[in-house]
Structure formats: structure tokens, C-alpha cells
């Protein structure tokens, strides 16, 4: 574990893997998985806030704050995304999957206090051949959720930079630059994540899935 990224990791005391597994980290932002198993609580613990979650795998989740609920039974879906803010040990959050299947999620969490671009004008992902479900933007981050049928690409598109993704559901990718397809990538499984730098335009470069699974995948562009 990276001393500088310590801050911004959760630590859910109850749990046997209570730290999970740190899958990307850079300067600006930390990417952590964790997993709870059916009929656990995570224990009583603190978020630094500036952070989403993503579900990898969903399920159902109960909720207290100072020892009393504060939600029951409430299901997350595969790919569901959420908005977190500070929250103090002080406060006694904890969280459990109160379900019968364990719940795999990612936590995104920006290292920074302020937008790390703040003079950009920051608008979400596009691409010419398939629609992005736009599922949370703030003044930190656009979040976006994008299926890929087989055989389908994006078609020619550009990337900001400062970007991440969380694959939901798995497949095989191939790129093409200038028109000329590489071979495919190896298969990318539910849960991979990847950091995005900026492509220009005139690099004509596009993705398509290449293999006979839809895939779906969870787009962040940090502010």
C-alpha cells in the first residue's frame, strides 16, 4: 500500500479482507475493491468523501447511523453507481449486505480537493455509434454507463484525458487507429479498471468489442 494513498482508503473492521485490494492508483485519483459477503456488516468505519462507488456485482444492502437504521433492504443493481460525502467515524455509519449473494464493488476516490482542471470546459464522453447513459455529474465528476452489443463500435472519437473505467461486464476488445484494426486485446474481465490519457481526434481512433457478450462498462471524467 502506497503511504500517500492511505487517506483515501476505507477499512471495513468486520470483514476478514477488511483493506480489499487497491487496482489502480495515480496522483489524482485511487481505485479500491472490496467485496462483502452475504450476511455481513462492514463494521463501523469513515469515507474521505470526493468518491463514488461502483457495483460489480449488486445486491442488497442495510444501513445504520449511530446505531439505529437508517435504510433496509435495499437492492443495488449491477453497474449501480453513488455519490459519496465525508463521513466521520464519529458518526457510526456501517453498512451491511443483508442479502443471500456477496456484493463486489469499486470505490473511485479523487485525491484531490479542487478540480484538477478547473478552466476546462468539461463536457461528457461521446461517441458516434453507441448512446452513454449520463448517471451522476458535480463539480468533481461526469459519470457514465455504456453497453457494447458484439460486433458493434464506438466509432471515431476523441478522450479528454483524466478519465477511468470500471468494466461491469466483460468482453474482448480490439482498437482501431487510422483505420487499421490491432489484434484483440485480451479478454477484459468484470472488474478491470483502466486510466484514460487524452487522445486527439486526428488520431482516429475508435473501439468496438469483438466478441459474442455484450459489454458494459462505467466511463468517469474527472473534473
Given at each position: 500500500m502506497a503511504e500517500d494513498d492511505k487517506p483515501f482508503l476505507l477499512n471495513y473492521p468486520n470483514l476478514e479482507d477488511s483493506g480489499g485490494k487497491v487496482v489502480l492508483t495515480n496522483e489524482h485519483v485511487v481505485l479500491q475493491r472490496l467485496v462483502v459477503p452475504a450476511g455481513e456488516w462492514e463494521g463501523i468505519h469513515s469515507h474521505p468523501g470526493n468518491q463514488i462507488f461502483v457495483h460489480i456485482k449488486g445486491g442488497e444492502w442495510s444501513g445504520r447511523l449511530g446505531g439505529k437504521t437508517e435504510y433496509?433492504?435495499?437492492?443495488?443493481?449491477?453497474?449501480?453507481?453513488?455519490?459519496?460525502?465525508a463521513i466521520p467515524l464519529s458518526a457510526g455509519h456501517n453498512s451491511g449486505n443483508t442479502g443471500d449473494t456477496p456484493i463486489d464493488l469499486i470505490y473511485v476516490t479523487l485525491k484531490d480537493d479542487a478540480p484538477i482542471v478547473p478552466e476546462a470546459d468539461h463536457a461528457p464522453q461521446a461517441y458516434p455509434n453507441i448512446p452513454l447513459e449520463l448517471i451522476l455529474e458535480n463539480d468533481r465528476m461526469i459519470v457514465q454507463r455504456v453497453r457494447v452489443e458484439p460486433g458493434q463500435w464506438t466509432g471515431v472519437h476523441s478522450h479528454n484525458g483524466n478519465q477511468v473505467y470500471v468494466q461491469i461486464k466483460g468482453g474482448t476488445w480490439a482498437e482501431r487507429r487510422g483505420g487499421e484494426q490491432t489484434a484483440p486485446l485480451p479478454f477484459s474481465k468484470a472488474g478491470?479498471?483502466?486510466?484514460?490519457?487524452?487522445?486527439d481526434l486526428g488520431e482516429a481512433h475508435e473501439v468496438g468489442n469483438t466478441g459474442d457478450t455484450t459489454i458494459e462498462f462505467v466511463l468517469v471524467t474527472i473534473k
Open positions: 433496509s433492504a435495499s437492492i443495488s443493481p449491477d453497474g449501480g453507481v453513488g455519490w459519496m460525502d478491470s479498471v483502466g486510466w484514460v490519457d487524452a487522445i
